[in-house]
């Protein structure tokens, strides 16, 4: 036996039913959001901090990384290191320098990485630094103490510190690349290059060789007080466990 059920309603009714339909969804949206941070079980419904961007020091990140930056365990002094660019690195440097190089000759002061006689570091304390070099080819230099190092050497591009840092280990492929972090001690004299230029300041390292056209080849060299660069290399370590970010005290002069 069939059952044929008919209902007949106004559209008063029938707008009034929609009304009704739409403000229980509204109800159970206004449930799966809580205002109050510490209110939910994200277990449940929500998201976790990873999943959510905050404005952090001017910059969007994730609020894990906001409240990561956030820990007393960051550093003495409260690192502000919200990602691995150099824009938040770099501002705690007490002084930095580009230099590009040139051929022929190769050893001259102008192809040398010097720390000048400037007043914004005292004579006789050292201090530590960060050293990228840029280059399309492999080459070395010779540290003050005359060991070698790899370094990027011939022709290389513009350097734009602040834009193109934007890890900490840039790839072989970018402008900069990461290429030793160490300290010397800060006693500016008069340096003589091999082909009789001079100037006055702390030789850090020499020019390129071992490569083509020797001499050229770009770099940029961070410089701070020991303990802060200490401080910056565990930070990085800690968020991203690398051999490259431990700190080494070991003298270069």
Known sequence: MAIKLEINMTNKWLYSLIAVG?????????????????AGDPLVMGHSAGEINVEFNGAVVSLQTALDNLNPNVGSDGLNIIDFSWSYIGSYSLYTEFKGG?????????????????????????????????GERSGKRNWANGSPFDSRCYNSGYDFWDLKFSHFLSSPG???V??????????PTNIIAGDGSNTVGTLIAKNTHDCSDSGKGS?????????????IMNSLNRSNPNPDYVYSDGRIN
Do not use: W
Request: aromatic fraction near 14%; include cysteine.
């Open 174 to 176: 970018s402008n900069m």
């Open 219 to 231: 770099y940029r060299i961070f410089v701070f007080e020991k303990q802060k660069l200490q401080e």
């Open 102 to 134: 040139t051929r022929s000759p190769a050893d001259k002061i102008s192809n040398y990485i010097i720390i000048p006689d400037t007043n914004k570091l005292q004579a006789g304390k050292e201090y530590g630094f960060v050293l990228f070099t840029s």
């Open 22 to 38: 739409v403000l229980l969804a509204l109800g159970v949206g206004v449930c799966a959001y809580q205002s109050d941070m510490r």
């Open 178 to 187: 990461y290429t030793a972090q160490g300290v010397f001690l800060h006693q």
